[in-house]
């Protein structure tokens, strides 16, 4: 079985964008590992539908976890991991929430301030469903 799953920083040369000769997205980018005192940098690359939408929402310094395979580059001579998932992680703290006014300072139904009465739906069914032409 080949699986690899690391934990660390985007680098800080961010992610990279490219395409493959046959036009097939692939994103590059190094996750930064601290042990100690030490520093481990590794090359992960995912290629295919997912490239895109990740090139856009990854940035270096984010904490993430990559899920994939150990893979060779021939061409590089170098190990690297071929991604099939990556997930960002927040820890407390690094995304400070600020309660919004209209909502009040607390979380309590009865703090809520609207701005309007809830009226209570006329039909508590869609008409479909209740005329049995689902």
Known sequence: MNKA???GTISDYGVRLSYTPASKPQLSFSVDIIEGDYH???PCQIVGHNAEPLAETLEAGMYVVV????SWKKDQQKLQVTAFG????????????EPSPEYGRGSEPAEFNLGHARRPRKRPYPKAALEGSF
């Open 67 to 70: 899920d994939g395979k150990l």
């Open 5 to 7: 799953m690391i934990g």
């Open 40 to 42: 481990v940098y590794v």
């Open 86 to 97: 990556v997930e960002r992680i927040t820890t407390a703290g690094t995304t400070p929430h």
